[in-house]
């Protein structure tokens, strides 16, 4: 079965430089979620998209915006990167707006390391 | 115990032992419980999953266990086997659809 896919997997940047991470959702879902984990941390909730409609905010920094395009794909901005947003970041994706019982399907993730 | 930066509180057992891994959650209006595996360098894979109108359910080899009063998860793996060491969070969803993770446990199973 199809399941979530994220690229880049590993990422490498300098401080103040600007990434983009990109999550493609299992077929059919329609809700994207990202997390941030840190090392030997617990994943922490940064943002949500259900029909590329912003659905809940997060611990997301302001120098990171995201958005869901119209195929359901999403993508995560970080700019102004600082050497604590070094972290594995993960995408999630569950179908019809992620009710309360709806289970969220994780990604492989993407390491991004700031030198 | 709790986690505090790098170190998650451990379980080591032996291959062919029974697991439980526990959860205490915050959030007394979470209506939905999730528990997932992580092993390393890897995404948090789903195991299995509970409403708050059940305080027992069983899959293969998993029984997840809800005690509502006292806001406390837990994890039983039967015949535990060393493809089972990983990293196991509980996530509680807090009444609405974003997921809450708890400090995780790592698991070491030893052959």
């Known amino acids: 079965a199809a399941g979530v896919i994220q690229s880049p997997r590993h990422l490498i940047k300098e401080k103040r430089e600007t990434a983009t991470l990109k999550c493609y959702p299992i077929?059919?879902?329609?809700?994207v979620y990202w997390y941030q984990q840190g090392p030997g941390q617990d994943p922490q909730f940064l943002i949500s998209?259900?029909?590329?409609?912003?659905?809940d905010k997060g611990s997301i920094p302001d120098r990171f915006s995201a958005q869901q395009f119209s195929d359901y794909h999403s993508e995560l901005n970080m700019s102004s990167l600082e050497l604590g947003d070094s972290a594995l970041y993960f995408c999630?994706?569950?179908f019809g707006g992620g009710g309360h019982s709806d289970t969220q399907y994780f990604g492989p993730g993407t390491r991004l390391t700031v030198l | 115990g709790e986690s505090v930066g790098l170190h998650l509180p451990t379980l080591s057992v032996q291959e062919g032992d029974n697991s439980i891994i526990n959860c205490a959650y915050s959030?007394?209006?979470?209506?939905?419980f999730i528990w997932y595996k992580q092993e390393s360098g890897k995404g948090p894979q789903f195991i299995i999953d509970?409403?708050?109108?059940?305080d027992k359910r069983q899959g293969q080899r998993v029984t997840v266990l809800l005690n509502k009063t006292v806001k406390h998860l837990s994890l039983q793996i039967a015949a535990t086997q060393p493809g089972d060491s990983a990293v196991y969070f509980c996530a509680e969803n807090g009444g609405y659809s974003t997921l809450t993770f708890g400090k995780g446990t790592m698991l070491l199973v030893s052959p």
């Open positions: 959030n007394s209006a979470s209506d939905y």
């Open positions: 999630a994706s569950t």
């Open positions: 509970i409403r708050s109108n059940m």
């Open positions: 998209f259900y029909e590329k409609m912003q659905s």
């Open positions: 077929p059919r879902h329609d809700t």
